[in-house]
C-alpha cells in the first residue's frame, strides 16, 4: 500500500510539470506563427514570395536573446515546418521544434529581443537540418535574404545559398547573416509538445502525425501564401 502511494504521489507530481512543458511549447509554436504572418503579409519589408514559393522548409525563432551587448552568446527556440511528400512537394507538415545556439547578431542591442526566420531552400539543406546538428555557413551554405515582397531574388547569392535568414528587431526587418550559428531539432521540446518521443524527421515525413492546434496560424499564413513549391 505505500508503494502505491507513494507511486501515486509521484505521478501527481509528475503532471503538472508535463502540462507546463506542453504549455511553453505550445506558446512557442502560437508566436512562431504570429511573427510569421506579421513579416509575409508586411506589404513593403517582408519577404519576397518567390523564395517562399521555392522553399523547402520554413524555421522561424521567436523573440532570441543575446547575453552581452553586440557581442555574445545567443540561445533561441522556434519551430520548422517543410513541405512534404516526395521531393517535398505537398502541404506543409508538423512543426518540429528547434533550436539555435552559439552566435552573435550585430543587430541587437543589449538584451533585447530579435525574431529570425530561415529559408531552407533546397533539399540537401533539408534533410541536413532534419537529421543532425548543422553549422549555418559551414555544413550548409547561408546568406542574409533580400527584403521586400516585390523584390527581385534572382541573385547568384541567393541562388546559390542553402539556407535564407532574416531578422526583425525593434520595427527593423533585414537581411541577416546567421553564419557560425548552429542549428538542430529540439528533441526534449517535441517530447513535450506531441507527449512522447519524436524525431524531426518522425515529424516531417510522417503523415500520421497531427498538427498541434497552436500550429494554426503558422500552417494557415505558409498554405496562403504558398501552398505548392514552385521550382
Known sequence: MKRIACLSLGFMLVLPIVANGQEKEEDRVKESGQVLRDILESPDKGIPHDLVNKAECAVIYPSVKKAAFLVGASYGRGVMTCRTGQNFTGPWSAPTMMALEGASFGL??????TDFVLLIMNEKGAKSVLSSKVKIGGDASAAAG???RNTSAETDIVMKAEILSWSRAQGLFAGVSLSGSTMRADNDANKNLYGKDMSAQDIVFKHEVKAPPSA????????????KRKP
Not at 108 to 113: P, S, T
Open 216 to 227: 494554426q496560424t503558422l500552417l494557415a499564413e505558409l498554405n496562403k501564401v504558398s501552398p
Open 108 to 113: 541587437q542591442l543589449g538584451g533585447q529581443a
Open 146 to 148: 533580400p527584403v521586400g
